[in-house]
């Protein structure tokens, strides 16, 4: 699995690279603007993500503004629905206005900080992202 | 439970919302159970409910509530588009209200940060099968099944933090000792090996790294630095170690605001100020509400700081319905219209005013107009705070239905006036002595059905809830009309178990006799059953209700029923008192306690050998005090026909005491006797007065039952 991280903080990020790193390569970037960069080059690439983890509070760009760039490349690609990169949002606000403005651009989980890890990986199965 | 907490977090949204749709449900089901059969309203809700619940939990993961929620939603499909007919009814509400006591219980858990780890499996295959007996009843009928209820998973999900709830606050200040090097570089260490535990952080000094100056800042003033973590104070100790130099570390906790506040105090908004979101749809609000994408970029990155969000919290002010504010503001404001009122009375009682020939009349009219001002804010203070009665009184609706079902015991129970306010700090205290009294009246109140049918009742029980306001007092009353009190049996137990001496049972009153049950380690019922009997419920019931200055009176008639009455004092704080002089000291008493003033004859005041005194007043005989003997008061009038005598009453009790003068009649501010004075009978508070001196409030249940031990 292609795996692509976007977090600020750098504990945080240590974390979740050695987490994710259990099942699929890890590419690391610290703000927005590099993550929806990383996202592009690989599709380019024609080696896309099959999992976006995006920090919400980051510098340059957030999280709510790499994920509307994000769905927007890919419905510009004719990329729609269950095709797209499977994108969980990680942050510690938990608000239910957040949350839902999040659904509505189009993300597939959203996970409050701590990250409740049973839960996350019932949710790689139940994406079919791992076995 | 659902009255002050922040919803605007998914998770409280959810329990927030879940928790009123099954309170509902429950409500729908109860007024319902004694139908033959639910109607069209009442499938649609309960379907409503189930797949509302079904969804939102299924988004939030949580397996066995969307399991057991979609189990019962099918089964109310099926009645709403069947129709069928012969539906076991009573089987039906019994596995309804088996679904919603599952989900409780799994959001208890979820609330209190466990998991929900509650197995539903059970619950899903009785009901499947229940499920299984009506399809086929619909078969049988020759009507066709509608297409299958099936369940479509979410395509998004929202993980719920772990243990953020349980996020702790603390301040840890680092000090060095005098002579230490390199203090800031020291300060960062500290930092660095607490970042791997913490959630959050902010230091002050914020240069550290940079500017070697804060070497000595630090010397001088320590580092401190606000955390939020989940470790304990001792775990950021032992990280945050010990290195050579370090002269002590302390550590406090903090609350989640100051921590927000931080060390440059920006924003002092402290009252949490929420929306009951009536209309959610309305877009106005959403327009206001809703965050905008770069509202979190970050956008200075200093150490030390915490992150700065693009996002300016705007201070709007939509229109709101409902305000949700912390407890402990209220507290505080009720102290202040309490001080508010004794400074009142010291300006409007000053004695520089006391300059003989002083045209006051402007001034008067003045103080008029500030006394009913604050009269009014007092009103409005005290309104704040209360709650109406109604959801401690659903509550009680549960409970005998449970109870009256498991003992076999048809009971109907009417609620009268739920929508009388009380104080919020007696609803708390009351909730539990009221379960208890209502479970009494079923378990021992009401006899069974074969009994009631044999003394010529109405095998169907009645309990009645009622609460009024009257006189400055709350009332509620728990009613039965069971088989009531024995007198006799309660006079027997309480002298076997040695509760009250040898007295026999002439020397005592009948509401003497019920308040028995009311003592420590008392129980007529020799079985002790699940629900009561067990001698260790009444004692604590009134002991609550006296905590809230209330108290329980008891009558029954025996064969007939009994009442049992919550006395409770609306509010504690302000009352009406009399002032009044005993020697050179103040006291006062309420004005509700005082019966009359008289002036004695030395003919009407009777001597007993033993040196006690009685007033003979129209020929009845009170117990008489002499206020300055009790108190051991010095230049006060001893003749009994200089001073004036008090007639007072409690709960139907009198006695007299003896005072030098009236002074006034005013609203006093009830202050608790400071802790660092002994207790003294007869005394229950004190209060400023106008001149500034202290007067004693008098207790007159205490002075009654000092006499009556004698």
Known sequence: MKILLAEDDFASRKFMSNYLGKYGDCDITVDGEEAVDAFLMALEDGEPYDLICLDVMMPVLDGYQALKAIRDIEKERGIQGNDGVKIIMTTALNEERNVKKAFEMGCTVYSGKPIDLKKFELILKKLELID | ?710
């Open chain 2, 1 to 710: 439970m659902g009255e002050d907490f922040n919803t605007d977090s998914m998770l409280d949204m959810f329990l927030y919302e879940s928790e009123q749709l099954l309170e509902t449900l429950e409500n729908v089901v109860l007024e319902k159970k004694d139908e033959d059969c639910f109607d069209e309203a009442s499938i649609n809700e309960i379907f409503r409910a189930m797949h509302t619940i079904k969804g939102s939990s299924g988004i939030m993961m949580y397996e066995n509530i969307t399991k057991v929620s979609h189990k019962l939603e099918d089964v109310f499909y099926y009645l709403r588009e069947s129709h069928p007919e012969n539906v076991p009814h009573l089987e039906l509400v019994d596995h309804v209200l088996e679904v919603s006591d599952f989900i409780n219980g799994e959001l208890d858990k979820i609330r209190e940060g466990e998991t929900p780890d509650g197995d539903e499996s059970k619950i899903v295959d009785e009901i499947d099968k229940f499920l299984t007996r009506i399809k086929t009843g619909i078969e049988k009928k020759g009507d066709e099944l509608p297409p299958e209820n099936t369940y479509v998973e979410p395509e998004q999900f929202y993980i719920a933090p772990t243990g953020s709830e349980s996020s702790k606050y603390y301040k840890v200040s680092i000090y060095w000792r005098g002579d230490t090097q390199m203090c800031n570089i020291r300060a960062y260490t500290a930092v660095y090996s607490l970042k791997e535990i913490v959630e959050d952080m902010q230091y002050i000094p914020e240069d550290i790294i940079t500017n070697e100056a804060t070497s000595e800042v630090i010397l001088a003033e320590g580092f401190h630095m606000l955390v939020k973590c989940q470790a304990t104070e001792e775990e950021l100790i032992s990280t945050i170690g010990e290195t050579s130099g370090m002269d002590h570390v302390e550590i406090h906790d903090c609350t989640k605001q100051e921590f927000e506040m931080g060390f440059h105090h920006q924003e002092e908004d402290n009252i949490v100020i929420e929306l009951d979101d009536k209309d959610k749809g309305s877009e106005e609000k959403k327009e206001k509400k809703e965050p905008t994408p770069g509202d979190y970029v970050i956008k200075n990155k200093e150490s030390g700081k915490s992150k700065k969000l693009a996002k300016n919290q705007p201070k709007q002010q939509p229109k709101q319905t409902y305000i949700s504010v912390n407890v402990e503001k209220l507290d505080a404001l009720m102290d202040m219209i309490g001080e508010l009122v004794i400074s009142e009375a010291v300006v409007l009682q000053n004695p520089d005013l006391k300059v003989p020939g002083l045209d006051l009349t402007n001034f008067q009219k003045a103080a008029g107009q500030l006394s009913k001002i604050t009269t009014e804010l007092q009103d409005v203070i005290m309104s704040m705070r209360m709650m109406s009665l109604t959801n401690t009184f659903q509550k009680m609706n549960r409970i005998v239905f449970d109870v009256s079902r498991k003992l076999g015991k048809d009971i109907e129970l009417e609620v009268i006036g739920e929508n009388t306010e009380v104080d919020k700090n007696i609803i708390e205290h009351i909730s539990d002595p009221l379960m208890h009294l209502i479970r009494n009246s079923v378990d021992h109140g009401i006899e069974s059905k074969e009994d009631r049918i044999a003394a010529g009742k109405n095998p169907k029980g009645k309990i009645t809830l009622e609460a009024k306001n009257e006189g400055g007092k709350v009332y509620i009353i728990v009613r039965d009309d069971g088989k009531g009190l024995n007198k006799q049996a309660l006079y027997e137990k309480a002298k076997n178990n040695g509760l009250i001496g040898n007295r026999a049972m002439s020397e005592f009153t009948e509401k003497e006799i019920y308040q028995f049950i009311t003592y420590a380690g008392f129980s007529t019922k020799e079985q002790v059953t699940e629900y009561s009997g067990r001698g260790v419920g009444m004692d604590v019931v009134v002991k609550n209700i006296q905590s809230v200055g209330g108290n329980l009176e008891i009558d029954s008639m025996e064969g007939a029923g009994s009442e049992m009455t919550l006395k409770i004092p609306l509010t504690l704080a302000i009352i009406n008192g009399i002032v009044m002089q005993v020697g050179n000291s103040t006291f006062v008493i309420e004005t509700n306690a005082v019966k009359e003033f008289v002036r004695i004859r030395r003919d009407m005041l009777v001597k007993e050998p033993d040196g006690e005194e009685y007033i003979m007043l129209r020929n009845e005989c009170y117990p008489f005090i002499r206020l300055n003997q009790r108190y051991h008061l010095e230049e006060s009038k001893t003749d009994i026909e200089d001073g004036i005598v008090v007639v007072l009453e409690h709960e139907s009790k009198f006695i007299c005491v003896f005072i030098d003068e009236l002074i006034a009649e005013q609203e006093i501010v009830v202050k608790p006797i400071p802790s660092y004075i002994r207790k003294v009978q007869g005394l229950s508070g004190c209060t400023q007065l106008g001149d500034g001196s202290i007067a004693l409030i008098l207790d007159i249940a205490g002075l009654i039952a000092g006499e009556e031990r004698k």
